[in-house]
DNA sequence: TCCATTTATATCGTGCGCGATGTAGTCGTG
DNA sequence: CACGACTACATCGCGCACGATATAAATGGA
């Protein structure tokens, strides 16, 4: 009769809380970037891109946390769309640099609204925002370790 | 020159962050699910199998938070395996009701040891990890009001 | 220089995840 | 009972996300 310390009910499990938090996240953010005609993805990589332009997929990948098997087509799709260019460097050509366009710098506008959007959504204040993101980020650079 | 209030960074985003940490935490159950032949939405769905056996497609679909067009699919992949039978419902033919097989239910034996490895790898005691996995339930609720 | 190794990206196959749409079964109201 | 509205799943198309594999370029000795 001792007391289960471990839970093994998904409600319980921080695996399922942070899935199912993901999902719902992504899908309040779909109205708004269906208007701007990007996915979330691809939205996340021209943030990265806003702050740090002229990435190599590589740097995107170590960025975003993702293999470049999946930034490929994705950085083709956003290439497609007019948001980047691809180029392969000059001194190392496996690399590819990805800069963004004039379409795609222009996206940047919209990014305040969206994040007030997204924020009020949550009904938390920033400072328990700001502490849940350090929290969630820790638990994510720990699992990576 | 006042404070910025709203980041737009991708890194202080909370949008990111759960991003991130969920696909991180998928990847580190990844090796071990792999051992039993089970992706991770497919353990998901028997962690709720297990607690209530017999659930309906719409059932499960509420409680794993997502749409029946991706469970279906999901639930066939499960039968396949022997994990779980389909059979439409007797007085409401439209139902489709899941239940475990005597092989899905004897995985369940394997989830504390696996539950035990990611809260391990997540580095928080289980206060923090309970504290956490509130808040973000919290807010995945708030988003999907 | 030559060649094995490593590195950066690309390709392929599988399984989600969801919007849009289809279909069969059920319900409600006259 | 008829019939339109609704409901529960299923199907389809697209875009991730990743493991496995491929390819071409760079690197590092012997």
Known sequence: MTAEPLPTKAD??????????????????????????????????LT????????????LSERMKMETNTLTPLMKRLEALGHVTRARGKQDERQVFVHLTERGRAMQVHAPEIT????????FDLAELEALVHSVTRLRDAMTR
């Open 116 to 123: 007030r959007c997204i924020v009020e959504g949550t009904g």
């Open 48 to 59: 990265f891109l806003w702050v740090e332009d002229g990435l190599s997929v590589g740097g």
């Open 12 to 45: 319980d499990l921080i695996c399922f809380a942070l899935y199912s938090a993901s999902h719902a996240v992504t899908r309040a953010y779909a109205p708004m970037l269906r208007d701007l005609g990007l996915t979330y993805p691809q939205y996340i990589a």
